[in-house]
């Protein structure tokens, strides 16, 4: 049983597209959140949601649109997607809100390529 | 800005080794401390986590120690085995981020 699952495993694209990254968790945590990691292995924190509300909200281009319709389910939109967009998301959740809210439980990750 | 270094970068070792994976953070306002291990092409396992009042964790072979005040952790792995070969990533919660190290490539040699 998989407790935090995204789909795609691997997305390629063209520039200028938009795309999206589904994730779930069965873990029944309150709060899910989005890193990027890039090609030089640093894991950056994008966007937090508990709950469904947003409660972190990083320096991100806005055609990085995340959703949540439920709290097991935080989506990622990407609009116009752009060369540098290229990069490994990782989705995560956690029993309580905030980084300070306990050990995070990774997905396994999704590889875009914009081509 | 916290900064979170991993010394060695890359670590080969024969199996059956002890081994220490270092992690040094600037920030030590920090809510705790987190180990990963990431497979290659795969996503991050989280291994232990040490709250900042803890000084140790320990879960079967591993055993993860806090230094808060000079800011340094270590992940001691016991025994290593063919299957711990991984990148082992360390994290900080600090303010509104998630701050990870580079990682340490581990290799155990059969």
């Known amino acids: 049983d998989t407790a935090v699952s995204q789909t795609p495993k691997y997305l390629v694209t063209q520039m200028g597209n938009d795309k999206s990254i589904k994730c779930e968790q069965n873990?029944?945590?309150?709060?899910m959140y989005w890193y990027k990691q890039d090609s030089k292995k640093f894991l950056k924190i994008m966007f937090s949601y508990n709950n469904k509300e947003l409660i972190i909200n990083e320096t991100v281009p806005n055609r990085f649109s995340p959703k949540s319709p439920d709290k097991a389910h935080l989506n990622l939109h990407i609009n116009s997607l752009e060369l540098g967009d290229s990069a490994v998301y990782f989705c995560?959740?956690?029993?309580?809100?905030?980084?300070?809210?306990?050990?995070?439980?990774f997905g396994p990750g999704t590889r875009l390529t914009v081509l | 800005k916290q900064e979170v270094t991993q010394i060695p970068a890359a670590l080969s070792v024969p199996e059956g080794e002890n081994l220490v994976l270092n992690c040094s953070f600037t920030?030590?306002?920090?809510?705790?401390l987190q180990w990963f291990r990431q497979d290659p092409g795969k996503g991050l396992t989280s291994l232990l986590l040490?709250?900042?009042?803890?000084r140790e964790q320990t879960s079967g072979r591993l055993n993860a120690s806090l230094d808060k005040s000079s800011g340094r952790s270590t992940l001691y792995i016991a025994a290593s085995q063919p299957g711990d070969s991984a990148t082992y990533l360390c994290?900080?919660?600090?303010?509104?981020?998630?701050?990870f190290g580079t990682g340490t490539s581990l290799t155990v040699i059969p």
């Open positions: 920030d030590s306002a920090i809510y705790n």
């Open positions: 994290a900080v919660p600090t303010g509104n981020q998630f701050y």
């Open positions: 873990l029944g945590h309150d709060t």
């Open positions: 040490i709250q900042s009042s803890q």
């Open positions: 995560a959740s956690s029993q309580n809100p905030g980084l300070q809210g306990g050990q995070q439980f």
